[in-house]
């Protein structure tokens, strides 16, 4: 008889034959622009702790506080017994840091993602993607009944070409709901969110943004994409993010009007079927709001950092692509020249990873680096000097 769990070998053994499986990398201890990583000390240059909040002092304190005064889980989902005066607060600061009338918090952006898209678009609407979302938007959007359609990578024009289309569909869309990243993770570019506003204000349709990587990065001390480009959440109405990026902890965050608050809640099956987060969770978000809110040279150095950093390797005659945030490609061709840049990189001590086909064209595999407002001036030289070092020995500048 045949064993039936065999396709999980098989499959297991393609994908290592193919070097395309994930080997793990373990930190030993808190991921800080110095770390250890399989028991080496590097300088971290792949995390996305942007502002190295994972390891501020007040936002450590709170979370060891609340588990003190709330203990250790919530007991429960938000709409059962699992809300806690921290979860209600931290709702109300992020509201207001984002000035909108309105947040909801979930367990991850992933979950956002997952339980809100297929609730804002069903049978008889439409959802139209920008081709190189999220993988969290894609199975959002696949969880959906509605119709789907994509548009080419932040071309507006393409993106006006399939909602001409679809004013010709009979019977008519009940609905539109315009997706898009805010900043796009392998490259480091923002999308056009204003002009997909505007577009979607002519059309009537809904516009939804994923800020994940703009979230302390961009906008008003680092606010995001909607205040980066001073939209309206009239035609921006849901603004969605996550607190495991630059906010250094863990979480996904809705912001908009109270209207998409009630219903979210309502409806998202990841926010009613799923523990609410713990205690310590909820105080550190809290804290990291409060520290953005108080701290604004986080975000300006992440800023002075990144332009150092970008101007350095452009200098060197590297391919930095056409990033406009912190996230800095480091374009080398062929996925072989990547991983071996990778590993001399690693070897001389700056713990960055190639990004290879197919997440990436096959000629345009690369190192992908996420500047931290934590290194120091020092440190900024240290990486610049190994990528310079590692390139000249295989030969890549
Ligand atoms: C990381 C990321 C997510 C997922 O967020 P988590 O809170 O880590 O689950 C969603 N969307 C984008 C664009 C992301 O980069």
Not at 79 to 87: E, R, Y
Not at 137 to 151: F, W
Request: contains cysteine; aromatic residues 6%; glycine residues 10%.
């Amino acid at each position: 008889m045949r064993d039936p769990t065999a396709f999980l070998r098989e499959e297991y053994d393609e994908l290592v034959r193919a070097d395309l499986d994930w080997k793990l990398r373990v930190l030993g201890g808190p991921s800080t622009p110095w770390c250890s990583i399989d028991g080496k000390r590097v300088l971290m240059f792949c995390s996305n702790n942007y502002l190295g909040l994972s390891n501020h002092p007040k936002i450590k304190a709170a979370a060891i506080a609340a588990i003190e005064s709330h203990g250790a889980g919530s007991g429960s989902v938000r709409p059962i017994a699992g809300t806690m005066d921290l979860h209600m607060e931290l709702e109300r600061r992020l509201a207001a840091f984002k000035q909108a009338e309105a947040s909801l918090v979930y367990q991850t952006g992933f979950a956002t993602n997952a339980g809100l898209i297929p609730q804002l678009a069903g049978d008889g609407d439409l959802i139209i993607s920008d081709e190189l979302n999220h993988g969290s938007i894609i199975d959002g959007v696949r969880l959906s009944k509605a119709e789907k359609a994509v548009y080419r990578h932040s071309d507006v024009a393409d993106l006006e070409r399939v909602l001409a289309l679809a004013e010709r569909h009979a019977p008519a869309f009940r609905r539109i709901l315009i997706i898009t990243d805010g900043v796009f993770s392998m490259d480091g570019d923002i999308a056009p969110l204003d002009r997909i506003a505007a577009i979607g204000a002519e059309h009537g349709a809904m516009v939804y943004v994923d800020d994940a990587h703009g979230e302390g990065v961009l906008g008003e001390g680092g606010r995001g994409i909607v205040s980066h480009f001073r939209l309206s959440r009239e035609t921006v109405q849901v603004e969605m993010g996550t607190f495991s990026k630059a906010f250094g902890v863990v979480g996904g965050h809705i912001s908009g009007s109270r209207d998409l608050v009630h219903f979210a809640y309502n409806k998202s099956r990841t926010w009613l079927l799923s523990g609410s987060h713990p205690p310590g969770v909820a105080a550190a978000c809290l804290a990291a709001v409060d520290v953005l809110e108080h701290e604004p040279a986080h975000v300006e150095r992440l800023w002075a950092l990144t332009r150092r950093f970008k101007k350095a390797m452009a200098h060197l005659g590297f391919d930095i692509g056409r990033s406009e945030t912190p996230i800095t490609p480091v374009i080398v061709g062929e996925s072989a020249r990547a991983k071996a840049l990778s590993q001399r990189l690693f070897e001389l001590g700056v713990f960055a990873l190639p990004i290879v086909f197919p997440m990436v064209a096959k000629d345009k595999a690369r190192i992908r680096t996420i500047m931290n407002a934590a290194l120091t001036d020092a440190d900024l030289e240290t990486a610049i000097g190994a990528f310079e070092t590692a390139c000249r020995e295989l030969h890549l500048i």
